[in-house]
């Protein structure tokens, strides 16, 4: 019974995708009077229809068909330079589009234009001005015969997912576009493992509900995937997911970063499949093994790389399956390299191999130090340093950088402790915290239970935030630094500057302090831009009763001229780099 009722929920759902299939559906004009297409377009509108594209230069009419590949073509007949009886005849003997709905929308009356348009192939003729009702009613029968044939052709009946014949014409044309635009596509082939044992087990019908499943469990992870480096077209996104042959599908990314980001949406499909799935009042367990490759390093060939998939995911399946396997040695060596790490880092936090760097922060008038900013530092199994720039963005990458940022805030603030209860001059302690903590529900609790346990006073911590934490959701980013602010501590934006979002906001922002990026800092004597920038902050700054601190002071022009504008402090190698406790201490003390 719940095999039925589950398969009856896929059913209703592939029927509302039908539907919002048909009001994604992408419609093509075609007419010398933009104003007439603009008409149409606002009568479709009213309709639901939201996916326009409107030519009026007859002439780009097929450029823009093969880019934009629509669902139906709206065509007038009679226009200047190439006419749509040209347009229709080419549309008719290209490849790809013979079987293109095309509406023909026309001002004449002539009988003879209308044989013609038909015996060229022209699937319905509409005369203009038209009527919305009418307009409506042979757009939507159209797209729907279109679709009704499309899932027959196109379609696998079950998991209603596109077929080989779909995949092979959408690999086709997303390498053409990525030719064209000189971006990356990647080929994920996967097969589920041991899934024969279901069909013997449980049935066919248990393996039939199984297929289903865990196509909508790989499209959850593609529809939530968009912000790891690929992107989709409105619409598009079921047609990246296919289904090849028994259980063996292939998802294509379009317009990825790099590698690592396809090894991620990898991962999570490899963890969305293994979750339990519940069949006859048992448990059922899948995996899978996935095989990629990449364009362009490793070919440019649609077919070459659909092997070299295959070959990867076969490897997979040889050693026991449940993984994945980039058929690129080098790109293979590198998410090697990279999960290595990973493993290495998860280790560091377990074995306590973290240790505080602190640079500080300089009155730029008295040349005394007022603060120190801590920045983490690993020293690995082998007592070798590892970069911060290694670790910490793979650590933002997998969640780390949370419970790492835990353990800087407690040594932080517990240091900053014993150094005021030591009789150290009471300076300031800055911590950074990432875009990746605003998404924890318990951030304020977790930095006051800190706070409260290290037992420091926090009107010396400062948090230091990104610019490009502000680029979205300003009004909660606003509500969270307000709580922080109610700890009585002292909030301040990192590399101001390099972003576009704060300036009008931040006199809604309760920050005290801005730092101005080093970006900005490395060529300011020189560069007239960089100046310009640095003296915009450093004004705005003093509007608004900001402290300025500018960050990679290296040279004394530099300090001259932030001296000459009144910034408030500098941090750079000029007065010290980043330094253990005990160097800071002797400093501090040579400082008195």
């Known amino acids: 019974m719940a095999m039925l009722t589950n398969l009856k929920q896929v059913k209703t759902s592939m029927k509302d995708d039908l539907q919002q299939q048909l009001m994604n559906a992408r419609i093509m004009m075609v007419d010398d009077e933009l104003t007439t297409m603009e008409v149409v377009q606002a009568f479709l509108e009213d309709k639901g229809y939201h996916n326009f594209v409107l030519v009026d230069k007859s002439v780009e009419a097929m450029k823009v068909l093969e880019e934009r590949r629509p669902d139906i073509l709206l065509l007038d007949l009679m226009m200047p330079e190439v006419s749509g009886f040209d347009i229709l005849s080419a549309v008719r003997n290209h490849p790809k589009f013979k079987y293109l709905p095309i509406v023909i929308l026309t001002s004449s009356s002539d009988a003879d234009n209308k044989l013609q348009a038909f015996d060229l192939g022209a699937t319905d003729f509409l005369a203009k001005p038209v009527d919305p009702c009418e307009l409506d009613l042979r757009v939507r029968n159209t797209l729907a015969a279109k679709a009704y044939i499309d899932q027959l052709a196109y379609y696998d009946s079950l998991t209603k997912l596109p077929n080989r014949q779909l995949f092979l014409e959408r690999f086709d044309w997303a390498l053409t576009e990525a030719k064209r635009h000189k971006h990356n596509v990647a080929l994920l082939h996967m097969e589920l493992d041991n899934f024969d044992r279901i069909n013997d087990t449980i049935g066919l019908n248990a393996g039939d509900e199984v297929l289903c499943l865990i196509a909508r469990r790989i499209e959850g992870i593609i529809r939530r995937s968009d912000v790891l480096g690929f992107s989709m077209e409105e619409g598009d996104d079921l047609i990246n997911l296919f289904r090849l042959d028994g259980n063996v599908y ?118 005394t130090i007022e603060g120190v900013e801590a920045l983490i ?109 109610a700890l009585d501590l002292n909030i301040s934006i990192d590399d101001f500057g390099t972003g576009y979002s704060s300036l009008g906001y931040l006199s809604r922002l309760p920050v005290d302090e801005i730092k101005i990026d080093r970006s900005f800092i490395i060529d300011v004597v020189e560069s007239s831009s960089s100046r310009a920038i640095a003296l915009s902050v450093i004004f705005l700054a003093h509007s608004l009763g900001l402290e300025t601190v500018a960050e990679g002071v290296e040279t004394e022009q530099q300090l001259g001229f932030l001296k000459k504008e009144r910034c408030s402090q500098y941090q750079g190698f000029l007065f010290s780099r980043p330094i253990p406790e005990d160097a800071l201490l002797k400093l501090l003390s040579s400082k008195d």
């Open 377 to 485: 530092r690993w020293k690995d199994d082998n007592n070798n340093i590892v970069s911060p720039y290694e670790f910490i963005p793979l650590a933002e990458e997998t969640g780390l950088i949370v419970p790492i940022s835990k353990w800087v805030m407690k040594e932080a603030f517990t240091k900053l402790r014993q150094w005021h209860e030591s009789g150290i001059p009471p300076i300031t302690m800055s911590v950074n915290l990432s875009v990746r903590h605003f998404q924890e529900p318990d951030l304020i609790a977790t930095v006051r239970g800190i706070i409260q346990r290290s037992g420091v006073d926090p009107q010396y911590l400062t948090i230091e935030i990104t610019e490009g934490l502000l680029m979205d959701d300003i009004d909660s980013k606003i509500k969270i630094l307000e709580q922080m602010k």
């Open 250 to 367: 292939s998802l294509l990314l379009d317009q990825i970063k790099s590698a690592e980001h396809t090894a991620i949406v990898a991962e999570r499909i490899i963890e969305a499949i293994r979750e339990p799935i519940q069949l006859e009042n048992r448990d059922v367990y899948v995996t899978a093994s996935i095989g990629i490759a990449v364009y362009p390093p490793d070919s440019e060939d649609c077919m070459a790389l659909l092997r070299l998939a295959s070959s990867a995911k076969d490897y997979v399946k040889s050693n026991g399956g449940n993984s994945f396997q980039f058929s690129s040695d080098s790109i293979n060596a590198m998410y090697e390299q990279r999960l290595d790490l990973d493993s290495r880092l998860r280790k560091a936090l377990e074995r306590d191999q973290f240790l505080l760097h602190y640079q500080p922060k300089v009155n730029i008038v008295t040349g």
